[in-house]
């Protein structure tokens, strides 16, 4: 396995690191790697053939390893994270580590100098050092990935007011769970681009079958896997320092 070098920038990671992140064995997080599933770092300079990797991909292999460990096959766990950070990536332009509800005053971030602290990696330090951050707490508004009798999809705020519908926050569907590998995954969004679009008769008529069946399923549900998306990621960022010896 390669080894990291010295004057390797910090804040690009290593396999083996992505692997202790998302409590995944080292060969798992090559395997992911492989299939191109995880976004390569622009660097290239660890001794040996192996890629670094970037925050982007940390967040990816954290989720992917609470779902994995909640009980998707890891392609399917990799592919719900990708679809998952891909809409959040859309809905909020980054991932909501929610790495800010330590520091509401703002103090530890605008107090930065020397890193790019919008960077999750260098703002978990910053948060460390000022002895504010606490590992495994909870936030309100930690985001949630919710999925129903493992087909139906949502995600949601952990801390928000009770859905004023069952159908809110549909996010995805799932279509064989049980094959593992083989499942395949669909967005909700793509679902009503494909039937013509939001606005048009066709895709409105779409939505309104997709809200039902999402609604009947979350009321109805016989079984609910929940992960907190947030909280997989500071884990994550916890478990690499720890790695590292940082902690």
Request: aromatic share 8%; with cysteine; net charge negative.
């Amino acid at each position: 396995m390669a080894r990291r070098r010295r004057d390797t920038p910090p804040e690009l990671f290593t396999s083996a690191e992505l692997a202790s992140a998302a409590g995944l064995t080292v060969r798992n997080a090559l395997y992911l790697g492989a299939k191109g599933l995880l976004p390569e770092a622009e660097h290239d300079d660890i001794e040996g053939s192996a890629k670094l990797f970037d925050i982007r991909a940390l967040h990816r292999t954290a989720i992917v390893g609470a779902l994995h460990a909640g009980g998707a096959e890891l392609l399917l766990a990799a592919r719900l994270s990708n679809a998952v950070v891909e809409g959040l990536e859309q809905t909020y332009g980054f991932i909501p580590s929610q790495l800010k509800e330590f520091d509401p005053s703002g103090r530890v971030f605008f107090s930065a100098r020397d890193h790019d602290i919008r960077n999750d990696y260098w703002f978990h330090q910053a948060l460390c050092r000022a002895g504010v951050y606490r590992p495994g707490k909870t936030h309100s508004n930690d985001v949630v990935i919710e999925i129903v009798n493992r087909r139906y999809g949502f995600v949601r705020p952990l801390g928000g007011p009770p859905p004023a519908t069952p159908n809110q926050d549909a996010e995805f569907w799932i279509t064989g769970w049980e094959r593992g590998s083989e499942a395949t995954l669909q967005t909700v969004f793509a679902a009503v681009d494909q039937a013509g679009g939001w606005g048009t008769p066709e895709g409105d008529a779409t939505w309104k079958t997709i809200r039902e069946e999402f609604g009947n399923a979350r009321s109805n549900a016989l079984a609910t896997l929940q992960i907190n998306a947030s909280l997989a990621i500071r884990t994550g960022l916890d478990r690499l320092a720890e790695h590292r010896g940082d902690a």
